[in-house]
């Protein structure tokens, strides 16, 4: 995802001013927009579909850093073992 500063950077007061207008270029680039509040950023604007994009790679990212530290510190078992229990466990034949 890449930033245009020269459109995707804009006021609260031109967000006040021109809802309409930012709402549709977020919805037809996908960029998000960067709200200032007195010359600083203050909030990101972005549209749903992005967001969830965005959200469901953070979540798999936690899930993938937590595998990484099992193995590690080797809290790992080889996956016959694993598949026979798992198999086991929810009675599941062949």
Do not use: C, W
Not at 36 to 63: F, Q, S
Request: glycine letters at 4%.
């Amino acid at each position: 995802m890449s930033l245009n500063p020269s459109e995707d950077i804009r006021s609260v007061t031109d967000l006040k001013r021109k809802t309409r207008e930012i709402l549709s270029q977020v919805h037809r680039t996908k960029r998000p927009v960067v709200l200032t509040v007195n010359g600083k950023a203050g909030a990101i604007l972005m549209d749903p579909k992005t967001y969830e994009k965005h959200l469901k790679a953070g979540n798999m990212a936690r899930l993938l850093a937590q595998a990484e530290e099992d193995i590690a510190a080797g809290r790992t078992r080889p996956i016959r073992s694993f598949l026979k229990e798992f198999k086991h466990a929810r009675k599941v034949s062949r």
